[in-house]
């Protein structure tokens, strides 16, 4: 087996779908963040404390769909609380999403070792997961079908909330509405747009596709919290949206390139290289790509300047 046989192979791109689904809810996520003028940084955090609670409401109601609830309102209880202190009692946001991301990681473990006696997982609870599902017509196509279908049923909820969120930010009223406080604040205020109320619609939005996406890290990927199981996904997520430049069709290329990267460092596994340069793979495709991004930026400047 060599490199090119694992890239050019339908499990490799049924892979990189599955591992970019995290990745895409906290992108949207982060963009719904900066759409309304709020600063993303807490998303890493938000996905982690989602990431567990998903499984813990799983459990506590019997129920997949329970657990998806419980993790969204996490998001959003988290999300709101990050904009009370940076839009009311005007904390830095960069602090506030530093403190938010630390407080998570220590209080998933603390949650995790008194409901389970085990600091690392929540194995034990055997909650329900969210199903994969096979979808009719696409599955009988070949190749097509080996990469398309069979997924989580989140990672079809997600690919329709990006699309949704297009027709949202750009031909709602309040979407537009959102967007104009996040671009001026003081021009949107000006003309009577209560700031604060849309800045907290948009909060309880990122909040719930963080919130779906750290479930989907729990409940699909895997089918139990683990410790620190986010490992930058929302920060990726941060990268992903910023060169997808905000926009919906965008954030999808960037998600699936790092999601190509993922795929790839699991595929190469099998070829017996270091398991530690193999890990560093989406971080340094991470990097790469954000530096290609702001490089091209800044031409695109001069070209303006000059």
Not at 246 to 265: C, E, H, K, N, R
Request: with cysteine; aromatic share 10%.
């Amino acid at each position: 087996m060599n490199i090119w046989t694992v890239i050019l192979s339908a499990d490799f791109l049924f892979t990189a779908i599955r591992v970019m689904t995290p990745i895409l809810f906290a992108a949207l996520a982060c963009m719904v963040f900066t759409k309304g003028g709020i600063d993303a940084i807490g998303t890493e955090g938000i996905m982690l404390s989602c990431a567990l609670a998903g499984p813990v409401g799983g459990y506590l109601t019997k129920s997949a769909v329970g657990g998806l609830l419980v993790a969204m309102a996490t998001g959003v209880i988290l999300s709101c609380i990050f904009g009370y202190f940076t839009l009311i009692l005007d904390t830095n946001p960069v602090l506030a999403g530093i403190a938010l991301n630390t407080l998570s990681g220590g209080l998933t473990i603390f949650v995790t070792y008194y409901l389970t006696g085990n600091k690392g997982s929540t194995q034990s609870l055997n909650n329900p997961v969210v199903p994969d599902v096979e979808i009719p017509v696409l599955k009988s196509i070949p190749v097509l079908g080996e990469i398309l279908s069979g997924h989580s049923i989140l990672t079809y909820v997600g690919l329709a909330v990006a699309a949704a969120l297009w027709v949202f930010f750009w031909k709602s009223a309040c979407g537009l509405r959102i967007r104009a406080v996040g671009e001026n604040a003081t021009a949107a205020g000006s003309v009577g747009l209560n700031i604060m109320k849309y800045k907290y619609i948009a909060l309880v939005m990122a909040g719930c596709l963080a919130g779906i996406g750290g479930a989907y890290m729990s409940m699909s990927y895997v089918s139990f919290f683990s410790r620190d199981m986010i490992a930058g996904r929302g920060w990726i997520g941060m990268a992903a949206e910023s060169m997808g430049q905000g926009t919906p069709l965008g954030i999808l290329f960037s998600v699936l390139l790092f999601g190509m990267a993922d795929s790839l460092a699991i595929r190469l596994q099998m070829l017996n290289l270091p398991s530690q340069l193999i890990q560093t793979i989406p971080y340094v495709v991470t990097i790469a790509a954000i530096a290609i991004y702001s490089r091209h930026r800044m031409q695109q400047g001069k070209k303006k300047i000059g």
